[in-house]
Nanobody, 114 residues
């Protein structure tokens, strides 16, 4: 499975970005898709994930600001990021758990700065 992430960029504090991640093959409802991020000098951390049935899970730091969603017909997962803060600056990675095998996208940079 190949994952292609897009949508990162430079935004001012308080701004919004929408990340997209498309899989190269069919992703089934049982496969959990998610977004992680890694800031310089820090470990990669979970931002949010979502089951095929729409059950979501968020890191405390993004609750109320970020929304994860997926389009099973398009094999795509999205991350709507609102009220962005400088602390959100990181490379953001999408992944899919494909029956125990975890695949990662190439990462997209999100920079929040004035």
């Amino acid at each position: 499975v190949q994952l292609q992430a897009s949508g990162g960029g430079l935004v001012q504090p308080g701004g919004s970005l929408r990340l997209s991640c498309a899989a190269s093959r069919r992703i089934f409802s049982i496969n959990v898709m998610g977004w992680y991020r890694q800031a310089p000098g820090k470990q990669r951390e979970l931002v949010a994930d979502i089951t095929g049935g729409g059950v979501t899970n968020y890191a405390d730091s993004v609750k109320g600001r970020f929304t994860i969603s997926r389009d099973n017909a398009k094999n795509t997962v999205y991350l709507q990021m609102n009220s962005l803060k400088p602390g959100d600056t990181a490379v953001h990675y999408c992944n899919v758990n494909f029956w125990g095998d975890v695949y990662w996208g190439q990462g997209t940079q999100v920079t929040v700065s004035s």
